[in-house]
């Protein structure tokens, strides 16, 4: 076993490298995590390209899924493709020290690893582990993360609710969570609690753990607003925090705006919310630069140009809204350890 003291020393060597790791949870599956991962990762590898196409500095971003539905390779277009290995190359990393391989330019400014099956097996390994070495194996993926953090603008870590190891796995190498709400019942509240709980239980490996944001998805808006069924999950959640003595600011205003098949769409052709919304407006271009075929739903018709760029600038104002916070949390995570 890991003397608690010597455990200590090293998660005060590792935090400060972790700053620009994200997680996406919530204890409740269907919640969003994916879409929501992949699209804050591709909006935020957009921004490094900006900055990178004017000149300044700019570093990929990295998604790393937990999960072993491996949804991320859908909405990545990575599932079934040459590097599609189901999750077997990152499981090793994690648990017999293989070579840890990213995906690099799935998109512009955006690497990946790669989830699957093979995930499964993550769950029992990280238990295993667990009954031996104590806490110690929860602090294998941000040892990992902290020797390539550097190489990267931001992670976001995308992962699952079914399993108390790998959620401790994910927890102990993020800094921020974002946690996305789809649903209205009593599951995601349950949901909610589960990670409020968690959030204060590993302390221990992970000090400065905390919810950055929690933000809605899949309701609707009417004139740009939400509507009376939002509000009242609104203040349920609200009330859970206070309980639960947090913030509750911590939910953001703003939501992304329901629009089922659109996100359909996105997953089945692997293009983020702002890639749809080029494309739909025959503003993505091929690689010989031609703009790419305009996407279409299944039943054949074509997406609409406008109702695309809505949904895409809900998700530029959701990563906003996101980073502001996250990086005020930043500053005051440097001026308690200054
Ligand atoms: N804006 C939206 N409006 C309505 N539905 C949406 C929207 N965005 C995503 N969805 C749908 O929500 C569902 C769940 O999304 P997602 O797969 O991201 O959740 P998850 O939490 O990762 O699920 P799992 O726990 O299975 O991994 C998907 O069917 C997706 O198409
Ligand atoms: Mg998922």
């Given at each position: 076993m890991t003397p608690p003291d010597r455990l200590q020393d090293l998660v005060a060597q590792l935090r400060p490298r972790l700053r620009n790791v994200l997680g996406v949870?919530?204890?409740?599956?269907?919640?969003?995590?994916?879409?929501?991962?992949?699209?804050?990762?591709?909006?935020?590898?957009?921004?490094?390209?900006?900055?990178?196409?004017?000149?300044?500095?700019?570093?990929?971003?990295?998604?790393?899924?937990?999960?072993?539905?491996?949804n991320g390779r859908l909405d990545l277009k990575v599932l079934g493709g040459?590097?599609?290995?189901?999750?077997?190359?990152?499981?090793?990393?994690?648990?017999?020290?293989?070579?840890?391989?990213?995906?690099?330019?799935?998109?512009?400014?955006?690497?990946?690893?790669?989830?699957?099956?093979?995930?499964?097996g993550l769950a029992a390994e990280i238990s295993r582990l667990a009954s031996k070495y104590a806490q110690a194996p929860?602090?294998?993926?941000?040892?990992?993360?902290?020797?390539?953090?550097?190489?990267?603008?931001?992670?976001?870590?995308?992962?699952?609710?079914?399993?108390?190891?790998?959620?401790?796995?994910?927890?102990?190498?993020?800094?921020h969570l974002v946690t996305p709400i789809k649903n209205a019942d009593d599951g995601m509240l349950g949901g909610l609690q589960t990670i409020a709980n968690l959030v204060a239980e590993v302390r221990l490996i992970n000090p400065e753990l905390g919810i950055a944001a929690i933000g809605f998805l899949g309701f609707k808006k009417i004139d740009g607003k939400a509507t009376g069924e939002l509000d009242i999950v609104r203040e349920k959640i609200e009330l859970l925090l206070e309980r639960a003595g947090l913030d509750p600011?911590?939910?953001?205003?703003?939501?992304?705006?329901?629009?089922p098949k659109l996100a359909t769409v996105s997953r089945n052709n692997g293009m983020p919310a702002r890639e749809l919304a080029l494309a739909a407006n025959e503003m993505l271009l091929d690689e010989s630069g031609n703009p790419v075929p305009r996407p279409r739903y299944d039943n054949g018709r074509l997406v609409e140009p406008d109702?695309?760029?809505?949904?895409?600038?809900?998700?530029?104002?959701?990563?906003?809204?996101?980073?502001d916070r996250v990086m005020s949390r930043n500053n005051e995570l440097e001026g308690a350890a200054a």
């Open positions: 949870t919530i204890g409740k599956g269907g919640e969003g995590k994916t879409t929501t991962g992949v699209t804050l990762s591709h909006m935020l590898s957009q921004e490094q390209q900006n900055l990178a196409e004017q000149g300044h500095e700019a570093k990929p971003v990295l998604y790393i899924e937990l999960d072993s539905n491996g040459e590097f599609d290995d189901e999750g077997h190359s990152f499981v090793g990393a994690v648990t017999e020290d293989k070579d840890f391989t990213v995906v690099r330019n799935v998109k512009p400014y955006l690497d990946m690893t790669v989830a699957g099956p093979a995930n499964s929860y602090l294998m993926l941000a040892m990992l993360l902290a020797q390539i953090s550097h190489h990267y603008a931001w992670i976001v870590v995308d992962f699952s609710p079914g399993d108390v190891s790998v959620q401790r796995l994910g927890l102990a190498a993020v800094t600011n911590l939910v953001m205003q703003d939501h992304i705006r329901e629009a109702k695309a760029l809505n949904l895409s600038e809900d998700w530029t104002k959701f990563t906003g809204d996101v980073i």
